[in-house]
């Protein structure tokens, strides 16, 4: 994946970083999205060359701090590592339901080779700023 940034309302971008590189070989199909307590939910792919321990398929990261920085290895969140062979799978969307729950839907490769597609219904861990708020 890359980034790239404007502050300027789009008007110029920048690569995030020194080079624009945002994650690992492998992980791609970004979404993000802005959570009800301001955090930024970025999902994306791991769709080859998992570096987490898991299967490929759906991960999450938070963002505290709108979106300027980005921990892949500590603030992980795998929705999905159903995908069995050495690619294929993901491609989830997420949005978050009025009461604070979010909805993944994503795709996976089954152990018969068949593609398959589900949903889930999660929560995120609480907010730093926000312990009250149950999301």
């Known amino acids: 994946m890359m980034l790239w940034e404007s502050d300027d309302d789009g008007r110029t971008w920048t690569r995030h970083g020194t080079d624009g ?3 690992t070989y492998g992980e791609m199909y970004p979404r993000f999205l802005a959570l009800e307590d301001d955090r930024l939910l970025l999902t994306f792919t791991v769709r080859s060359n998992s570096t987490d321990g898991h299967r490929l398929g ?21 929705i999905s590592d159903e995908n069995h062979g050495a ?12 009461d604070g729950t979010l909805v993944s839907v994503y795709s996976y490769r089954g152990r018969d080779g068949r593609t398959y597609v589900e949903s889930v219904r999660w929560r995120l861990p609480q907010s730093k700023s926000n312990p009250g708020s149950g999301q």
């Open 21 to 23: 590189r945002f994650g």
């Open 58 to 78: 759906l991960r999450a990261i938070l963002s505290q701090d709108q979106g300027r920085s980005w921990d892949f290895r500590r603030d992980r969140m795998v």
């Open 87 to 98: 690619s294929g799978g993901g491609f989830g969307n997420t949005v978050q339901l009025s």
